[in-house]
Structure formats: structure tokens, C-alpha cells
């Protein structure tokens, strides 16, 4: 699998922004739900040149929706995906999430 096919999209919340900003720089990824901790790693370190120390990864599970429309309420979840949390080393940043 390809790098840029792992990474599918960098997820900036308040909740990932604080611990990128004030905890020792962790960033949060959107991941392909077939990579492991070691293809995202690499993947990291391929596109965007930094040295990651440590990920960890979970899988997110739908959560349920509910939609009215002309036959009545319509029942439905939302996609399960991965999400990566990775580490990187002292004093290293992704300028591309920073905005440098």
C-alpha cells in the first residue's frame, strides 16, 4: 500500500489540536482500516519528512442517525473508520497541519 493511500486525511478537532499544541506534539490521522501501526509510521515519515517515535491506532465505531422524510423516520449509522494518534520526536512538526 502506497503512502499517500494509508493517510486519508489529517482530523483537526479541539480535541486533537490541544494535544498537538500543548502535549508533546501528537497528531491525529484519518487511516486506511487495513494499515498497521508500522505502515502508518513509515507512511508519516515518507509525505511529510519527520521522524514519528510512536502511534497508536483504534477503530471508531458508526454512530446511529436518524432522518425523517416522506415515508417516516429512516433509521441509519454513520461509517466506522480508523483513526491513528501519532508521536513524534522533540522538537519536530508537520508544517503542513501547522500552517507554517
Known sequence: MRADQVIIEPIL?????????????KYTFKV?????K?????AVKELFKVNPTGCNVMNVAGK???SRGKGGYV???TASWKKAI???????VIDAIEGV
Open 64 to 66: 446511529p442517525k436518524f
Open 86 to 92: 501519532v508521536t513524534l520526536s522533540k522538537g519536530e
Open 75 to 77: 433509521k441509519g449509522y
Open 38 to 42: 508500522f505502515e502508518i509510521m513509515k
Open 13 to 25: 478537532s479541539e480535541k486533537s489540536n490541544i494535544a498537538r499544541e500543548l502535549e508533546c506534539k
Open 32 to 36: 486506511d482500516p487495513r494499515a498497521n
